[in-house]
């Protein structure tokens, strides 16, 4: 009897963690597009947005200009994110996609931040970036970066580029997620004290030197930041 009742609380548990398990994934488009629809001030608020009929559905959904300007950099860190989701893009609406720009000047910076619910995929078109990650053991992976090539965040972990050519960067990434979120150090820790700035690039460039020097050395740490 104790062995029938206990396979019968093992099958249980089983059954109730597949079905956790099952709640909690991304569940799979019920039809073949949804962008999104521009019904103006949201009154009802769900995990995403409503749908466009589909009937209004048209081609330009699916396309979008805005990545193709690039931002102002006209500011302290001398850099600029763009960031696009389905709320301007209404073709991303349920794909679980959202995409960014990032314009680099020479020495630019992105400051270290995170993204909560996403992964990132950050591809150079122009221009030399170094880019790098900071793990939960404080060790920081990173790369010099040159067109053509990519790099990869994990999400949620601190994530930072900066331009180490002589020229201008310009960076597309795509990220796995709707709504990634971003987690970052306050701008005005950094508007507040030049040095700050100029410290951490000089920290960066160090820990690139350091791999160019001696191939093989992966990680690092950036103490203090």
Same mark, same amino acid.
């Given at each position: 009897?104790?062995?029938?009742?206990?396979?019968?609380?093992?099958?249980?548990?089983?059954?109730?963690?597949?079905?956790?398990?099952?709640?909690?994934?991304?569940?799979?488009?019920?039809?073949?597009?949804?962008?999104?629809?521009t019904t103006g001030k949201q009154t009802v608020f769900i995990n995403g947005f409503p749908c466009k009929n589909p009937n209004s559905i048209v081609a330009s959904d699916f396309k979008s200009s805005k990545l193709s300007r690039p931002g102002d950099t006209d500011n302290y860190l001398h850099s600029s994110l763009i960031h696009s989701t389905a709320l301007d893009f209404p073709g991303l609406n349920t794909l679980g996609l959202s995409i960014a720009r990032t314009d680099l000047e020479v020495n630019g910076l992105?400051?270290?931040?995170?993204?909560?619910?996403?992964?990132?995929?950050?591809?150079?078109?122009?221009?030399?970036?170094?880019?790098?990650?900071?793990?939960?053991?404080? !060790?920081?992976?990173?790369?010099?970066? !040159?067109?053509g090539e990519v790099f990869v965040f994990p999400q949620g972990l601190l994530h930072f580029c900066i331009n180490?050519?002589?020229?201008?960067?310009?960076?597309?990434?795509?990220?796995?997620?709707?709504n990634p979120g971003v987690v970052k150090i306050a701008d005005a820790t950094f508007?507040?004290?030049?040095?700050?700035?100029?410290?951490?690039?000089?920290?960066? !460039?160090?820990?690139?030197?350091?791999?160019?020097?001696?191939?093989?050395?992966?990680?690092?740490?950036?103490?203090?930041?």
């Open positions: 009897m104790n062995k029938t009742k206990m396979n019968s609380t093992l099958f249980f548990c089983i059954f109730l963690s597949t079905c956790i398990d099952i709640c909690l994934s991304d569940s799979d488009n019920l039809q073949d597009t949804c962008p999104t629809a992105m400051v270290p931040h995170s993204h909560p619910r996403a992964s990132e995929m950050f591809f150079v078109s122009t221009g030399v970036v170094i880019a790098g990650f900071i793990d939960t053991q404080t !060790k920081l992976f990173q790369k010099t970066l !040159k067109p180490d050519g002589f020229n201008s960067a310009v960076v597309f990434s795509v990220l796995n997620s709707q508007e507040s004290d030049e040095a700050m700035i100029n410290e951490l690039v000089r920290k960066i !460039k160090s820990a690139a030197a350091m791999e160019i020097n001696a191939y093989g050395i992966q990680n690092a740490t950036l103490s203090g930041f």
